[in-house]
């Protein structure tokens, strides 16, 4: 672990010195100077300091043998056998990087009576997918499917995996990469790697303020959890490559402190995620009754209906369908907002629209650097007319629609 040391004897105003860190991470106590808990080792003290005062150590940190690991592993996140489509968009993702590295793709499929549902994914060009059935992993918990993953890493020894920020995903991730004390990257944007096989993971930090740049060259495997619908899913082909192999692990391993007592199955709902069209109401809806406006617009385009952040505050709508990193993350064929600002946190969640269309009063409002087409106007002016045109056959829905698929 890095650390700074000072050298008494060159310290000539202790009083003085300590002021020269600004987290007042500098104690002065019995006639000497140390360093405290709020040290952020940003080095201003060696920089600044008094010559020689001040040394940072840094520990050697022991490289691995990155030859060692090879492939890129995806999990394969499902109910009952259902793979969920974030699977399909990370093998995908995980083929864009595989082709740059020369790599193969794995997949990890785990639960009970699989086995013909894993055929599946040899018609998206894996090279292997790696099947663990058990009576255990029927339902999931936490740790047989831990376990299980523990071993697939053990014996494939992935460089990197890759792993759906879904509910079980988030859960799963961080507990596999704590048991080989590697690093986790959550919710990840932007995926790349280096020659190096290094994986260069990019997601929004701060608030959306930064995006943040991580990898990990001294750990394998490189762990990264990704949300649905920021990447995309390649084409289903007819012919199937790749095989299937299916993998036995000891029983005692699958051992777990939760009990199943019944599963209850929660009533399906269309989630803003899979919509192809959307209509976003933004900070500028005045009163919880304009809504009206949005919903009847997004009725005759056929479309769900999506709020930034101030709206679900303000209660007015089901924080399910908020839009942005503290929301959901969407890709739809068209989507307008409204009287939306489009702040970095909004943005990070739908700029991957095929087509964005903007209404704001603001001309330099951030969101016109996004949309495809701006209409800068009130929206209590715009939508009414939107409505009108629509319904009188002026602006033709399918049309419009048709346009923004292609």
């Excluded at 020894?157 to 079980?168: A, C, K, Q, Y």
């Excluded at 990840?188 to 303020?209: K, S």
């Amino acid at each position: 672990m890095s650390k700074i040391i000072i050298h008494q004897d060159k310290v000539q105003n202790p009083e003085e010195v300590r002021k020269i860190c600004p987290f007042d991470a500098i104690d002065y106590t019995n006639g000497s100077l140390s360093i405290n808990a709020a040290c952020k080792m940003c080095k201003i003290c060696v920089k600044n300091g008094p010559e020689g005062a001040f040394e940072f150590i840094e520990d050697k940190v022991e490289e691995i043998d990155k030859d060692k690991w090879k492939g890129i592993a995806v999990y394969v996140d499902h109910l009952e056998g259902e793979i969920h489509p974030v699977t399909y968009e990370l093998i995908g993702k995980a083929k864009e990087l595989a082709a740059k590295i020369n790599h193969p793709v794995y997949c990890l499929f785990m639960g009970k009576d699989i086995k013909e549902k894993a055929n599946e994914l040899l018609h998206y060009g894996v090279d292997e997918v790696f099947v663990y059935e058990a009576d255990e992993l029927e339902y999931f918990r936490v740790e047989p499917y831990t376990a299980v993953f523990e071993d697939f890493i053990n014996n494939q020894m992935p460089s990197i995996v890759l792993v759906g920020g879904t509910t079980i995903g988030r859960s799963l991730a961080p507990r596999t990469a704590a048991r080989f004390r590697t690093g986790l990257t959550a919710d990840c944007t932007i995926l790349d790697v280096q020659e190096n096989t290094d994986l260069d993971q990019i997601r929004p930090a701060f608030g959306g303020n930064i995006m943040a740049h991580i990898f990990t060259p001294n750990h394998r495997p490189q762990f990264a959890t990704v949300r649905y619908k920021i990447f995309s899913a390649p084409e289903r082909t007819d012919e199937m490559t790749g095989k299937i192999t299916s993998c036995d692990i000891d029983k005692d391993k699958l051992a777990s402190n939760i009990a199943v007592l019944d599963v209850k199955k929660k009533e399906k709902e269309v989630s803003i995620e899979d919509a192809e069209v959307i209509v976003v109401a933004g900070r500028a809806i005045k009163k919880e009754d304009d809504l009206k406006m949005i919903h009847e617009l997004a009725g005759l385009l056929n479309a769900h209906v999506a709020t930034t952040r101030p709206l679900i505050e303000a209660g007015w709508a089901d924080p399910r369908k908020q839009i942005g990193l503290s929301g959901r993350t969407v890709k739809p064929k068209l989507i307008i907002t409204c009287g939306v600002s489009g702040s970095v946190q909004f943005v990070a969640g739908m700029n991957n629209s095929d087509c964005i269309v903007a209404i704001n009063t603001d001309e330099s409002a951030s969101i016109f650097n996004v949309a495809h087409y701006g209409i800068i106007g009130d929206i209590y002016e715009v939508i009414p007319k939107l409505i009108n045109s629509i319904k009188s056959q002026e602006l033709c829905v399918d049309e419009l629609i048709a346009a923004a698929k292609n």
